[in-house]
């Protein structure tokens, strides 16, 4: 079955300028800084490379990408807040592309940042790659929650259980759910054409969730870090491909 082929054609395009997106942005998030500055330099390369961005007016949203600073989980919205020394911040970014979805996200460190800050990012990283290289057809959903929260946990961390990676395509979220905690060989089965993202968050305290006021900003209840990093992929026939790598080879901080 190669009729997918299209679609992940036009997934790789969207998906590759959502993650160069990230990568301009890499040389501009620095200390001084606002995170509306990160939006609005994001705003333009998007639109200046023939793209939209998607969370602009989804839903009420009125920024063009996330900014979720140390505590924040997801979803934090672009301000006038300045970066300092010792801040992390995760940029995601979804870019529409021909009306496909690229949808990412990647840490960002400001100056030196405390140690367990750092190992929370590496083993958040780690996590989502974990599950990434077991992705084949006839895998279950179940399992890729299994490689995250398992080690994770092994490490001292908690997995975040109120969000979750998605199916996306021509539409921003669509299902299935990918849950970043479960037991092997549970939930439906991989199959190739299958297009998501995986998005783990994980937090360096409890997994709790609390909700800010605005309806959108969502925190570690206990006030904890919390780190994310997030690809776009699709099921082949006897792997995946990730639509979102960078093309200049940065993963994790530091970027060098």
């Known amino acids: 079955m190669t009729d997918y082929k299209e679609k992940f054609e036009k997934m790789k395009i969207a998906g590759n300028l959502a993650a160069k997106t990230l ?12 995170t ?3 939006d609005k330099l994001g705003y333009e390369f998007i639109r200046d490379n023939g793209g939209y961005s998607a ?6 949203f009125t920024k063009s990408l996330c900014t979720s600073l140390n505590h924040v989980i997801c979803h934090g919205i672009p301000s006038d807040r300045i970066l300092q020394e010792g801040d992390a911040v995760n940029v995601d970014v979804t870019a529409i592309v021909d009306d496909h979805y690229g949808d990412t996200s ?12 750092n190992n929370l990012i590496d ?12 992705l084949k057809p006839g895998i279950k959903l179940g399992d890729i929650g299994y490689e995250i929260q398992s080690f994770a946990e092994e490490k001292g961390f908690s997995v975040v259980r109120d969000f979750c990676g998605h199916g996306i395509s021509t539409t921003f979220h669509e299902p299935p759910n990918i849950l970043h905690y479960g037991k092997k060989n549970t939930g439906m089965e991989l199959r190739p054409g299958m297009t998501f993202t995986i998005e783990p968050m994980i937090n360096s305290g409890r997994y709790d969730v609390k909700m ?5 900003t969502a925190v570690t209840k206990d006030k904890s870090l919390s780190a994310q990093f997030e690809h776009t992929l699709g099921i082949t026939e006897n792997g995946y491909e990730i639509f979102t790598e960078s093309a200049k080879g940065y993963s994790k901080p530091p970027y060098l």
């Open 23 to 34: 990568d301009m942005l890499t040389e501009n998030i620095k200390e001084g800084i606002s």
């Open 123 to 134: 083993v958040t990283y780690e996590s989502m790659m974990r599950a990434i290289k077991i």
């Open 55 to 60: 969370p602009l007016y989804y839903r009420g």
């Open 212 to 216: 800010l006021n605005d309806g959108w």
């Open 106 to 117: 990647r840490m960002f460190c400001i100056g030196k940042t405390p140690v367990k800050l």
């Open 36 to 38: 509306d500055h990160i």
